[in-house]
């Protein structure tokens, strides 16, 4: 079982949006700005999306933004295009006796 | 610029060990923070181990603690994770990455991956 909850998978049509949360506790999530998402597509390195909750990758696209309230993140995509399909996984910094933690990751359809 | 290069991955019994490499070219592991994250076959990633720039502080995930070992030889600019006593549940694809500079939480550059295969 993964330390951060992730809904295992979302869907949209081009052009909608879709919003992933990400569920932790207030000793990872909820306490520290340091949630980050990552894109994983099969056979591929992942890729950083979103860092300290809501700044985007140099290389992302502006239509990616992610947000955080109490001890939940989300990462929400607009304008939906088929090159987003992919899986994507949240992560936070959870203090240095526990290190990092990710979700179970989300499959996204699109 | 940045890449990261993993080997050493490959099948092994349980109880056994391998050493994990991670060459670095493009930056210097004397300034970057390092990571490594396993991939398991229908599960999500879990984050594994990582070395500060300074290469004193390290942080080992509970699930692997006592039996895996991150470290760094900085004059041939690589990373390790020495596994050991490995177990079925190790078998991953198991990637290095940087962090994005001091003070910085995120996994900035990943590898393309190693993979751990532990059969009997």
């Known amino acids: 079982q993964s330390a951060l909850t992730q809904p295992a998978s979302v869907s949209g049509s081009p052009g909608q949006s879709i919003t992933i949360s990400c569920t932790g506790t207030s000793s990872d999530v909820g306490g520290y700005d340091y949630v980050s998402w990552y894109r994983l597509r099969p056979g591929k390195a992942p890729k950083l999306v979103i860092y300290d909750v809501a700044k985007r990758s140099s290389e992302t696209s502006a239509r990616f933004s992610g947000s955080k309230s109490g001890t939940t993140a989300s990462l929400t995509i607009s304008g939906l295009q088929a090159e987003d399909e992919a899986d994507y996984y949240c992560c936070s910094f959870a203090g240095t006796a526990t290190g990092w933690v990710f979700g179970g990751g989300t499959k996204l359809t699109v | ?120």
């Open chain 2, 1 to 120: 610029q940045v890449q990261l290069v993993e080997s050493g991955g490959g099948v092994v019994q349980p109880g056994g060990s391998l050493r994990l490499s991670c060459a670095a070219s493009g930056f210097s592991l004397t300034t970057y923070g390092m990571h490594w994250v396993r991939l398991a076959p229908g599960k999500g990633l879990e984050w594994v181990a990582f070395i500060h720039y300074n290469g004193d502080d390290k942080y080992v995930a509970d699930s692997v603690k006592g039996r895996f070992t991150i470290s760094r030889d900085t004059s041939q600019n690589t990373l390790y994770l020495q596994v050991n006593s490995l177990r079925l549940e190790d078998t991953a694809m198991y990637f290095c990455a940087k962090d994005d500079s001091v003070g910085t939480y995120q996994l900035q550059s990943w590898g393309q991956g190693t993979l751990v295969t532990v059969s009997s």
